[in-house]
């Protein structure tokens, strides 16, 4: 990987930090159910 690479990177971030981002608000949606439903039971 060059410079320019590494530049791009810290600028867009890398290819999984963009995946996370994108998926967020589903993450968030689980969460909000799952407190709602009141967690795991183990």
């Given at each position: 990987?060059?410079?320019l690479?590494?530049?791009a990177r810290m600028?867009?971030?890398s290819a999984n930090d963009?995946?996370?981002k994108a998926l967020q608000?589903?993450?968030n949606a689980i969460n909000a159910l799952e407190?709602?439903?009141g967690?795991?039971?183990r």
């Open positions: 990987m060059g410079i690479g590494g530049m600028v867009f971030g963009r995946l996370v608000p589903q993450i407190a709602e439903l967690g795991a039971e």
